[in-house]
């Protein structure tokens, strides 16, 4: 069963920080302490990105380098994928086109018209769709537009703020529904404190959702495997 991970920006103008992203998903507790730096990446899943908001190249290349950095702590390397945004390009993005199955998961980044012509309001950042099943869950978004309006409280840049929602929404993937805790990366509310943690590149996974995640990663090997083997 799947659930809908969705992220808002809310506007307080009397505040000198005046969005504040939150996730509309029950949360849970905070989970243990963060995962230990230098954990050596044993698994990995690829990531398939498609970006349709034209974001450019240098901004993405280090949003993927900020976000494959807090996998990495947890003991997943991410491989980022270029996508075709259109039945014209297919030809030039090979990798894509293998059936990677449950190795694979897709992040589509959306421009603000994208996210209207779906139904998303002004105030969402983001959404996954996470799902109890292990191994299955495969969606994610993420606003540009959004992640641009953030950076405009200059605490942390645009590639920053992109990064760390990249890393979250996958990781709702990963870990499956209700996978809130009250502090790091998977935390619910993003405000002032969470960009200024954020620019120092100091919030991970917990312990416990980093084991959680290398479990999924390692069932998804295990679906991966099995149907190469049939």
Known sequence: ????????????????????????????GYAGAQAPAGVEPSLGIKVRVYNYANASHPTLAKAEEEASRIFRVAGVELEWLDCPTSHAEEEKYSACAPPLGAMAVDLRILPSSMA???GSSGEQL???????RRGSATAAWVYYDRAEQLAGSDIASCDQILGHAMAHEIGHLLLGPDSHSHGGIMRANWDRKFLQEASR???????DQARLIRADVQERLTIFEAGVTR
């Open 1 to 28: 069963m799947k659930q809908l991970c969705v992220c808002r920006l809310s506007c307080r103008s009397t505040r000198p920080l005046s969005l504040m992203m939150l996730l509309a998903v029950p949360s849970v």
């Open 201 to 207: 590149g100091q919030l991970l996974f917990t312990r």
């Open 126 to 132: 983001g959404f996954a769709l996470p799902s109890s």
């Open 116 to 118: 209207a012509r779906i």
